[in-house]
């Protein structure tokens, strides 16, 4: 799956931030709940890593992949933000990882590949900085549900109307939604939406649940642990993106009763992605999920 930019640049320039895949919005949420959550050694040791002693360390890089992958240099780690679930929604959903991720790679085997490279010490600084960055994008994504999914190209090809605008049922659920919730997408939105959902998992909503989101978590299996992430969400694809398949969607508004059913599914995938990226990386710093 990849992204297609669906609407013009005249749209894009005045309504919408130039980034796929959760949008910055998502991604800098997810970064700045993992900075709520990780331990001061784990702190130390990407903040260290990237060069960055500021409280944005995180944040500040999470959309770093969104970029790298449009370039020429970073052309091969396109695939790398998604796993294309060869399943039938709405009828049965299901991620399997010798059939889905693909020759070329995907979301799981970089996860892998990015956790072993950013321990190695023998790598040069530059490599370590860009395997950094990488996790913390893709823990965001493999989130999303329709980044676990290889049905109309992840949703990419289902034209829907949002808020009166033609789109995509991707970018709705990377962007428009998220955005229409926080009213904005700046780095203070991120914030201000982090300490939010970080209240919800320490004390409101999510408080009983949270310990269950780590289960299955093993840093010796980076690929078990992200399909873990990536069925969670796969999931999502059945009940909530498309209960009733995509004719239900299709060239219908979604920013009313549609955005209703969805964005306690967004809140919920932002604060567990968040959550999940906290004890990945305290296990990398430190060898335990500290949480
Ligand atoms: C691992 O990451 C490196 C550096 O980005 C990349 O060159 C390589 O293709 C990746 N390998 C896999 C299997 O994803
Ligand atoms: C947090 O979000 C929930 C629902 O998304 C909302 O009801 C609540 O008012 C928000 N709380 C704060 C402090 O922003
Ligand atoms: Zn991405």
């Known amino acids: 799956m990849k992204f297609e930019l669906a609407a013009p640049i005249l749209v ?7 980034a796929s895949a959760w949008g910055s919005l998502g991604h800098e949420t997810v970064a700045y709940i993992a900075t709520n959550f990780v331990s001061t050694a784990t702190k130390t040791y990407f903040q260290t ?3 960055d002693t500021s409280t944005d360390y995180l944040a500040s890089v999470a959309t770093w992949a969104d970029t790298y992958r449009y370039t020429t240099a970073g052309t091969y780690s396109a695939p790398f933000h998604f796993i294309d679930a060869l399943d039938s929604p709405p009828s049965s959903c299901g991620v399997e990882y010798d059939r889905d991720c693909g020759s070329s790679g995907c979301v799981v085997s970089a ?11 023998s790598l040069s600084s530059a490599e370590r900085i860009i395997a950094a960055k990488m996790i913390v994008h893709f823990v965001g994504d493999i989130h999303q549900p329709l980044h676990d999914e290889n049905l109309d190209v ?6 829907v109307t949002y808020a009166g605008t033609s789109t995509n049922l991707h970018h709705i659920w990377d962007t428009n939604m998220p955005e229409q919730l926080v009213g904005g997408y700046a780095l203070s939105d991120a914030k201000t ?15 009983s649940i949270a310990s269950s989101w780590l289960t299955g978590i093993d840093l010796s299996d980076p690929v078990t642990s992200a399909m873990t992430w990536a069925s969670d969400a796969n999931a999502y694809v059945c009940t909530t993106v498309i209960p009733s398949g995509v004719s ?5 508004d979604l920013s009313g009763a549609y955005y209703n059913k969805a964005i306690p599914v967004i809140e919920l ?7 999940r990226l906290a004890a990945w990386l305290n296990l990398i710093a430190t060898g335990s999920t500290g949480l």
């Open 12 to 18: 894009l320039a005045s309504a919408l931030p130039l």
């Open 49 to 51: 890593i990237l060069g």
């Open 111 to 121: 996860i892998n590949n990015y956790t072993a490279r950013v321990q190695k010490t």
């Open 154 to 159: 992840g949703g990419n090809d289902i034209d």
């Open 193 to 207: 939406w982090a300490t939010n959902l970080t209240t919800g998992i320490k004390t409101g909503t999510y408080e």
């Open 248 to 252: 239900a969607v299709e060239s219908v």
């Open 269 to 275: 995938q932002i604060a567990k992605a968040g959550y």
